[in-house]
């Protein structure tokens, strides 16, 4: 099993950044494909970033894509998205995931284990 917990989310004007984190525990963290995705209200949750068991390979989605990056710190155990000129639009909570494939993974059903989420409003 692998337990994710996420941090970073809060509230930022937009054009502005954060940096959120997901720290694993459990399972080895340096064998999994992560993933970044986020649900608005009222919306189905959708694919924001992925990076693979290998950090050299990272996928984006077009609306962050040269705005957000993804990362991993395998010994510290976590995943990091960088997410700089912010927009109201990415007001949404932010999830990580983790799958054993060790892939990049654009679906959900992709996905093994996931965190509980971390809101991030980006209004002035």
């Known amino acids: 099993q692998v337990q994710l917990v996420e941090s970073g989310g809060g509230l930022v004007h937009p054009g502005g950044s954060l940096r959120l984190s997901c720290v694993g525990s459990g399972r080895s963290f340096s064998n999994l494909g992560m993933g970044w995705f986020r649900q608005a209200p009222g919306k189905e949750r959708e694919f924001v970033a992925t990076?693979?068991?290998?950090?050299?390979?990272?996928a984006y989605s077009d609306s962050v894509k040269d705005r957000f990056t993804i990362s991993r710190d395998n010994a510290k155990n976590t995943l990091y998205l960088q997410m700089n000129s912010l927009k109201p639009e990415d007001t949404a909570v932010y999830y990580c995931?983790?799958?054993?494939?060790?892939?990049?993974?654009?679906?959900?059903?992709?996905?093994?284990?996931w965190g509980q989420g971390t809101q991030v409003t980006v209004s002035s």
């Open positions: 990076i693979a068991r290998d950090p050299d390979f990272t």
């Open positions: 995931a983790g799958n054993l494939a060790g892939s990049l993974g654009h679906g959900i059903s992709r996905y093994d284990y």
